[in-house]
């Protein structure tokens, strides 16, 4: 039995990570394949669904990888945390009082 690729969701789509990992998941689609990204437009671009919202697409997605911004992140964590979904932040700029908010379920693995 073949094994179904892991759905990915992409914060920052557009900037320069979120381009590489879309282009990265072409090439190992058989692995994994972005199947939503979060965007102010919202269309299909490649076969990816552009969402506005993580909570539009939480059912089409296994894992959340963000490589947006601190606030573009922040406006999307309740959402992300709401679906039960793994979230991996490639995101850098986060201030401290950020990452200790009691209100987010944030843990670094490293500093």
Request: charged letters at 25%.
């Amino acid at each position: 039995m073949s094994k179904q690729p892991l759905r990915v969701g992409l914060l920052g789509f557009s900037g320069r990570m979120g381009q590489a990992v879309l282009a990265s998941s072409k090439a190992d689609a058989d692995k994994y394949c972005v199947t939503a990204a979060i965007s102010r437009n919202q269309e299909e671009v490649a076969g990816v669904k552009l969402v506005g919202y993580a909570a539009d697409a939480a059912s089409e997605v296994d894992v959340w990888i963000d490589f947006s911004t601190p606030e573009g992140l922040l406006t999307q964590l309740d959402a992300i945390s709401n679906s039960k979904k793994p979230l991996l932040v490639g995101s850098t700029g986060f201030a401290k009082e950020q990452m200790e908010d009691d209100d987010k379920d944030m843990k670094p693995l490293f500093e």
